[in-house]
């Protein structure tokens, strides 16, 4: 079996650069709360990482021309960034709230959590088959 | 590394909102203090926020904010008749500022409460990136 160190970590990688930048997205919203027409952005984790996981399964196609192109590999840097729908739009055109920014952010911060242990435990398992243990 | 933006973001936070208490906490300050004409009268100062675009030119998702400028209120100022005043002018009338108290004070309190949660946000990221220092341990 060829073993790729690349694809070692899966889609933990991607799940950690995207929730990484949500994190600093929802900071960007927390910090322009006072912001005049500051809209309040995100990034759609669950879209973004099913154009990841869809790009991996689909990586390999067969060439029939020498013209053909191999799709690249997901490129988490165009993960799009949206506008939320405001709850209470409020008269100087601001629409963070910021009691679901912070919600967001704590669940944001939680799911990276989740995300590390999740590749501390693919290294853990790399580490014991290394080992022969 | 989107972590270290999002500490300089919540950092813009912080210095915006430091700013914005330091206008308020003025304007208390300044509450009565007396003049004898109407331009040299303290007027209430107020700052205003825009998003620093500038600063993550290459990072479209960080966005800090910083204090564009800070404007003196429009309001009428208050004139009070104290003849017995040192500072009234010819016709007994004395100059104080168009600062109010109450919209200060809620000021001061919607400020207080940015800056916390912006540094709660800051103490998030910061215990994110030890744990990915950590990360296989």
Redesign the interface.
């Known amino acids: 079996m060829r073993f790729n160190l690349d694809k070692a970590m899966g889609i933990h990688e991607t799940a950690l650069y995207v929730r990484a930048k949500r994190s600093s997205v929802l900071s960007s919203n927390l910090a322009n709360s006072d912001t005049p027409d500051y809209k309040a952005r995100d990034i759609d984790f669950k879209n973004v990482l099913r154009n990841a996981a869809g790009m991996q399964t689909t990586g390999n196609l067969k060439k029939t021309n020498a013209k053909h192109i191999q799709p690249g590999g997901f490129d988490a840097k165009s993960a799009e960034l949206l506008y939320r729908h405001p709850l209470q739009p409020s008269l100087d055109g601001n629409t963070v709230d910021a009691q679901v920014e912070k919600a967001k952010f704590a669940e944001n911060a939680m799911q990276y959590q989740t995300t590390l242990s999740f590749l501390t435990g693919r290294i853990k398992g790399l580490n014991k088959a290394l080992r022969g243990e | 590394?989107?972590?270290l933006?999002?500490f300089d973001?919540?950092g813009?936070?912080l210095s915006?909102?430091s700013v914005?208490l330091n206008v308020t906490a003025s304007n208390l300050a300044n509450a009565e203090t007396v003049s004898s004409n109407r331009e040299t009268t303290y007027r209430a100062r107020h700052p205003?926020?825009?998003?620093a675009l500038d600063m993550f030119r290459d990072?479209?998702?960080?966005?800090?904010?910083r204090v564009k400028a800070i404007v003196e209120s429009p309001a009428e100022l208050r004139m009070r008749y104290e003849p017995e005043h040192p500072l009234s002018n010819e016709d007994g009338y004395i100059f104080l500022p168009n600062v109010n108290p109450i919209e200060e004070m809620a000021n001061m309190i919607?400020?207080s409460?940015?800056y916390e949660?912006?540094v709660?946000?800051m103490n998030?990221?910061k215990?994110?990136m030890l744990?990915?220092l950590r990360?296989?341990?």
């Open positions: 590394m989107s972590l933006s999002a973001v919540s813009t936070a915006a909102q914005r205003v926020f825009a998003t990072k479209p998702e960080s966005a800090g904010v919607s400020a409460r940015s949660y912006n709660e946000a998030t990221t215990q994110l744990a990915t990360l296989g341990q």
